[in-house]
């Protein structure tokens, strides 16, 4: 009998959440399905696309929080450039 892990990995459900909450929709969707996908990948015994599963669900909310993270940014610069632009369009 060969070695059987014990626990599911940790299928970051929280993670999505908030990702498709607060950060990127369409990525959050996508980590969501993933997490959901863990526990039953588990129990059918297939632990390596359990923990792919796993993995994936993370990536894709760090990838949503990064893309709002850097949307967010370029926006500020944005409203920064055009606030100062039209502070001196006057002159």
């Known amino acids: 009998m060969e070695n059987q892990p014990t626990n599911p990995p940790d299928n970051n459900l929280v993670w999505a959440i908030l990702c498709t909450v607060l950060c990127c929709l369409p990525l959050g969707i996508v980590a969501i399905i993933k997490s959901s ?5 588990w129990a059918q015994g297939n632990y390596e696309a359990a ?15 990064a ?13 920064v450039v055009l606030g100062v632009g039209g502070a001196f369009a006057g002159y």
Do not use: C, E, M, R
């Open 37 to 41: 996908n863990v526990n039953a990948l």
């Open 51 to 65: 923990q792919k599963a796993a993995d994936d669900a993370k990536k894709y909310s760090i990838w949503g929080a």
């Open 67 to 79: 893309i709002t993270a850097i949307l967010l940014v370029l926006y500020v610069l944005f409203i």
